[in-house]
Each structure stands twice: as C-alpha cells, then as structure tokens.
C-alpha cells in the first residue's frame, strides 16, 4: 500500500459521533490521508435530527453535517473536524426503489475550507410498513436483513420519543414491540420500519466507508495551481451534443475539476469516452 501523503500527514481530526462511525470513517482516513481521529461521543448529535423522526433535521444534509463537525472540533478544540449525515429515499432514475445518499464533510478551520463529497447508494436495507401483531412479518424482515441490521417499532398513530423502541435485533423482543406498540395505537397498528443508525446497520456502515475513501483521497490531492488540499470535481457539466443533429442534451459532457482555495478549473470529459448522446435523450430529434 501507498503510503499517506498531503498536508495532512499527522494531524488529527474531530469525529462527532454517537453511532460508532469511526469503523467506517478511520481507516480511509488514516491509510489515504495519514490523519486520525478523536471521537467525542458525548456530543448530542441525534439533537440535530433523527431517522425515526421525533427529531426534525433542520437544514440541508450539508449544514446538518457542518454543523455536526464544529460541534466535535469545539469539544475536542481541534481545527480539523469531519462529519457523516445520511439521507434515504426513493433513487431519482428508479422508482420504487430505496437509495442511501450518503453525504461527508471535512471542516478546515487552519486553512479556511469546507470540503463535501457524497455517494448516491443502490443498496440499502431502507424499508417501512404498518403492521398488526398478527402480521406475518418474514417477507418484511428478510428485506430488512434482520437480525443482523436493526428494527424500530413504534405506534403508528404518532412519532413521540418515548414510544419509539429502536435497536431491536432479537424476535421475540420484537414480536412484544409490535404487540405493545400496536395496543397503544389509536388504529391498532405498529410501525416498523429499518433503523438506519450507521451502529445498527451494516449496509450503511459499508457506504459511509466508501464515501470516506473518496474525501479523504480528495483532500489527499493538490490543487495544480495554488497546492491546497481538495482539488476534484466541483460540478457536471451537461450538454453532450446529440449525435444526430449537434444540440446539446441535458445528458453530461464532463466533469469540472476545481480548487477550494483558488479560482482555478478544469474541464475532464466523461470518463466512458462518449463524446455524442443517443438521438432519443435529444429535445429536437425526440420531443
Ligand atoms: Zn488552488
Ligand atoms: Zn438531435
């Protein structure tokens, strides 16, 4: 293996997380970047919203995991701080199936930048249903791949925090939740849904793994032009030209390559080679 270059070669980053993150995230740090990290579990980090929902996240998934990473770098008083927020939801080309959006910051208060990258992830257990305690409910936790990612039960009349049971990775326990649960429910039902903390679902934990390798390669890359860490893509650049008749589609040309730091860009093309797009994606040729 290659050994870690960059500027941040022996330093140490603040990791605020309550759901073990650090398996995912330090290793990709310290084999690509040759950073560490300093977890500060006690930061309330669920206080900036949750999966079940009786925490609403306000902002975007980015200002969520900006603010997550000062809260770390204040607690640790380190200048260094990253960040995980995740985001599940229908896949925007596949109906009908779920997708893990899975985002990472890393906040550079010595140098002044914010660094984002994300990963749009096919694969996920991310599932919910209304249940009746006499449900079958196999077809539903095979999906889910319980046991060995965790369930939440709770009324599914109302999201209140102390009628959410979550972390629930035994059947029997289980069965007990969604009685109860059910009982308490104006409409004699449980919700049971995934539950999607990074600790109680390995999936998760793989994508979040995935998107730390591309940060920290990312800020392990120099800018051509200034040297400041975080050179990559900043933006796509759409308008591949129809191999018909020329006018540009909303398909991708390429790929722009920038600096956080300076002005500098450059343009990539695609990295396939496609240098013209199918008449069909076409406004003029297939309106
Ligand atoms: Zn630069
Ligand atoms: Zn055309």
Redesign the pocket.
């Known amino acids: 293996m290659k050994f870690p270059t960059g500027p941040y070669v022996g330093s140490t980053a603040a990791l605020a997380t309550m759901h073990k993150k650090e398996l995912a995230i330090a290793v990709p740090f310290a084999a690509a970047l040759g950073v560490s990290l300093r977890v500060t579990g006690d930061v309330d980090t669920d206080g900036l919203g949750t999966f079940a929902g009786e925490v609403e996240r306000a902002g975007t998934p980015r200002d969520v995991a900006v603010r997550k990473a000062r809260m770390g770098m204040k607690a640790a008083g380190l200048e260094l701080g990253v960040a995980n927020e995740g985001t599940f939801g229908a896949h925007p080309y596949m109906p009908f199936s779920a997708v893990d959006h899975e985002l990472i910051v890393f906040v550079d208060d010595s140098r002044g930048i914010v660094i984002t990258e994300s990963v749009l992830w096919p694969q996920t257990n991310s599932a919910t249903i209304a249940v009746s305690p006499i449900d079958e409910l196999d077809v539903f936790l095979g999906r889910a791949l319980f046991p060995s990612h965790a369930v939440i039960v709770r009324p599914n009349d109302r999201i209140e925090s102390s009628s959410i049971q979550k972390g629930i990775c035994d059947l029997s326990l289980l069965r007990k939740s969604v009685s109860e649960a059910a009982a308490s429910s104006a409409d004699g039902l449980a919700r049971l849904e995934t539950d999607m903390r990074a600790s109680f679902n390995p999936t998760r934990m793989g994508v979040i793994r995935r998107v730390a390798f591309r940060l920290a390669r990312r800020l392990a890359t120099a800018c051509p032009g200034c040297s400041a860490p975080g050179w990559g893509r900043i933006r796509v650049e759409d308008g591949l030209p129809?191999?018909?008749?020329?006018?540009p589609t909303e398909m991708a040309r390429g790929e722009v390559l920038g600096c956080l730091a300076c002005d500098r860009e450059e343009f990539r093309p695609r990295a396939d080679g496609m240098i013209h797009a199918d008449?069909r994606h076409?406004?003029?040729?297939?309106p």
């Open positions: 129809c191999s018909l008749c020329g006018t008449p076409c406004q003029v040729c297939n």
